[in-house]
């Protein structure tokens, strides 16, 4: 019989960028194949993301939050940030940065409990509204329409030489109720933040 794992979200700690950048790296390699350059997804470092995030990290504040899905032992099964939009011609002042679980554990509800923490934060900190730009070739982007996210803008993105066409969902309520407590495989989330 699988042990259960008990899940719970915490803000990210230093010691915590190489599981960081272990599930970005392995999670855009899993989510992009065939939508990104393999070329790209090959030469991406793990070393150099664990760098990028322990910047992120040192900085981060409960206005621009880094959180992480974590065991007791501190492995990492997910993982968000945010902070304020980036484009300041939408009406959101919210932006979820990056939102990733770790292949092997989506659809146990960790991505659905990360995303509630990051809007009750939002919520808490005043901020209006919350948006969250993916590829439009990238099928996780249906989570957030189950999530209740509204299709609100695109764009063009240049990355790695091309460009792809990226959509934004946007929330202007920053309550996306409690995520269903479910058991799957062997995760078991605990309530978020
Ligand atoms: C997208 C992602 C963060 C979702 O996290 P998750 O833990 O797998 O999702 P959850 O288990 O919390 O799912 C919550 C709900 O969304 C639904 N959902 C999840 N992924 C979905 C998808 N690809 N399409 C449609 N619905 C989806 C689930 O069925 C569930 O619905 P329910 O509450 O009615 O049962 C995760 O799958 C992931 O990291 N994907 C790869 C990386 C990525 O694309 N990140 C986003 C970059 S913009």
């Known amino acids: ?16 960028v190489a599981d960081i950048a272990h599930v970005y790296v392995e999670s855009w390699r899993d989510t992009y194949a ?17 760098a990028t995030w322990t910047r992120t990290i040192k900085h981060a504040n409960l206005r621009n939050p880094v959180l992480v899905a974590a065991d007791t032992k501190s492995n990492i099964y997910g993982f968000a940030s945010a902070g304020p939009t980036r484009d300041k011609s939408l009406q959101f002042e919210g932006e979820v940065y990056t939102l990733y679980v770790a292949p092997g554990w989506t659809g146990q509800g960790i991505g659905a409990g990360l995303l509630a923490s990051l809007f009750r934060l939002f919520g808490k900190g005043g901020y209006n ?10 099928p996780s982007r249906f989570f957030y329409e189950a999530m209740g996210g509204q299709l609100v803008a695109e764009r063009q993105h240049p990355m790695w030489g091309k460009t792809f066409r990226e959509i934004a969902y946007g929330w202007h309520k920053l309550d996306i109720g409690r995520p269903k407590q ?6 078991e989330p605990e309530p978020p933040l």
């Open 129 to 138: 509204g919350m948006i969250i730009w993916a590829l439009a070739d990238n």
């Open 34 to 50: 065939g939508i990104l350059p393999d070329t790209g997804l090959v030469r991406m470092s793990k070393a150099e993301h664990a």
């Open 1 to 16: 019989m699988e042990e259960t794992v008990r899940i719970g979200i915490r803000m990210a700690r230093p010691a915590d």
């Open 182 to 187: 479910r058991v799957g495989r062997n995760a």
